[in-house]
């Protein structure tokens, strides 16, 4: 069965800072990968998401993930983070019709 | 467009009562319709998932049912809640087994 490790349990980068959170799949075979962000209290909102093609993979908010076969990841990244980036963020792997969340890494972010 | 519906939003229940919580999606036909737990400061827990009306695949042995009465509804159930129970409860759809998920806005359970 398909599993999801995020390794960082909690981040805190500076305000204009980069950033990047980390991912490791399990799967048999290339999986359907996401990114979600959840606000406290909220639903979760999808980031972005790789079904084939292009390994560099852009989202919404200026996130961006790659996608890495060898590596077995598929880490999130930003260039620079704004103070409304803090949340908690889940990897996520899809096959058939289950998804797999990763634990999520919650994401503060300082002035 | 598609939209998903999760009431109640908020729930205080007495340990041993019933819970009854629903989800519609709307705009969307026989979608895959799932049911999560998140507890404070964990991730998502699977709880139940269907592909179809009557059709429900359980993850997670435990107190709680689900139903699927309606091709767009999406029913959480228990007869006798723990104190275990508490938690954040999503609901999402998905157009098929190679599509995102979509959530709702969440209902959070306090058993107490």
């Known amino acids: 069965a398909q599993s999801v490790t995020q390794p960082d349990i909690h981040i805190t980068v500076s305000e204009g800072a980069s950033l990047e959170l980390r991912c490791n799949y399990s799967y048999g075979a290339t999986p359907y990968l996401f990114w979600y962000v959840q606000s406290p209290g909220q639903g979760l909102q999808l980031l972005l998401k790789?079904?084939?093609?292009?390994?560099l993979v852009q989202g919404i908010k200026g996130f961006e993930a790659e996608f890495k076969r060898s590596q077995s990841s598929f880490n999130l990244r930003k260039p620079s983070v704004h103070w409304s980036d803090a949340a908690e963020y889940f990897c996520?792997?899809?096959?058939?019709?289950?998804?797999?969340f990763g634990a999520g890494t919650r994401l503060t972010v300082k002035p | 467009s598609q939209t998903i519906h999760q009431w109640p939003a908020t729930l205080v229940q007495p340990v041993g009562s019933p819970l009854s919580l629903e989800c519609t999606v709307e705009?969307?036909?026989?979608?895959?319709l799932y049911w999560y737990r998140q507890a404070a400061g964990r991730g998502l827990q699977l709880l139940f998932y269907s592909v179809g009306i009557g059709q429900i695949s359980s993850e997670v042995p435990q107190n709680l049912s689900a139903s699927r009465p309606q091709d767009r509804q999406f029913i959480l159930s228990s007869k006798k809640l723990l104190l275990s129970d508490s938690g954040f409860y999503l609901c999402?759809?998905?157009?098929?087994?190679?599509?995102?998920?979509?959530f709702g806005p969440g209902t959070r359970l306090t058993v107490l």
């Open positions: 996520a792997v899809g096959a058939k019709n289950d998804m797999r």
């Open positions: 790789y079904f084939s093609g292009d390994t």
């Open positions: 705009g969307t036909s026989n979608p895959n």
């Open positions: 999402a759809w998905r157009r098929n087994s190679a599509s995102e998920q979509f």
